[in-house]
């Protein structure tokens, strides 16, 4: 597959529960991106990575936490989740890692704490 | 603070009818612009970018310094034209960060 895939695409998950959300993008970009999308607030930046070292942390709560192997894989890993966490989360690659431009974006994993 | 603003969380035409959304920033520097759209159960993605000063599916933007805007128009909106519409700047300053609005749902009715 092309581009910039997240499995799964659904997640349901207690709050004791441990998950992980799983990126892969296969379009050679050396940058990697996690969102959050709710209904009630814009895109939340939450996470960068350029060239697997993390370069913005956008105060992100510690249940959350990323990790980058490589420059094509990441993964968030969820711990302990509240339910206002739930939102789509969303995962982005940009070939650019110190100038502008545009980023790809998977599909998303939609993700409910209950 | 570098901030965008989309006004209209929801702006509803008839098909045929020129269409604007509009988009505000506020930057210290010069950032580079972008519009994202996110189609019914589509992913979101680029639509256009103001370097390019391209016109993407009769979509343009202009860039207007003066008034730190990016508005989006479309002389005749179509019905498939209806979904979520994001404004993105992205910053200077050696990475790659993308600040978006909080989106406008365009609804074009037939």
């Known amino acids: 597959e092309t581009g910039v895939t997240q499995t799964p695409r659904h997640l349901v998950m207690g709050m004791t529960n441990k998950k992980s959300l799983k990126c892969e993008q296969h379009?050679?970009?050396?940058?990697m991106y996690w969102y959050k999308q709710s209904a009630k607030k814009p895109l939340e930046l939450m996470f960068v990575?350029?060239?697997?070292?993390?370069?913005e942390n956008n105060s992100v709560p510690s249940r959350f936490s990323p990790e980058c192997p490589n420059s094509s894989h990441l993964f968030l890993h969820l711990h302990t989740l509240q339910p206002e966490d739930s939102a789509l989360y969303l995962c982005?690659?940009?070939?650019?890692?110190?100038?502008?431009?545009?980023?790809?974006f998977g599909p998303g994993t939609r993700l409910t704490v209950t | 603070a570098q901030r965008v603003t989309q006004p209209e969380k929801l702006l509803s035409v008839f098909k045929g009818a020129p269409v604007e959304l509009k988009c505000n920033y506020s930057?210290?520097?010069?950032?580079?612009l972008f519009w994202y759209v996110q189609y019914s159960r589509q992913r979101l993605q680029l639509l256009l970018r103001?370097?390019s000063r391209e016109s993407i599916k009769g979509f343009t933007a202009d860039l207007n310094k003066g008034e730190t805007s990016f508005h989006l128009k479309k002389p005749f909106a179509q019905e498939e034209d209806s979904a979520m519409y994001y404004c993105?700047?992205?910053?200077?300053?050696?990475?790659?960060?993308?600040?978006f609005g909080a989106g406008t749902r365009l609804a074009v009715h037939p």
């Open positions: 982005a690659s940009s070939p650019s890692t110190s100038g502008r431009g545009e980023q790809y």
């Open positions: 379009l050679g970009h050396n940058a």
């Open positions: 990575y350029n060239f697997k070292e993390q370069t």
């Open positions: 930057y210290s520097g010069s950032p580079e």
């Open positions: 103001h370097i």
């Open positions: 993105a700047p992205s910053l200077s300053g050696g990475y790659n960060k993308l600040i």
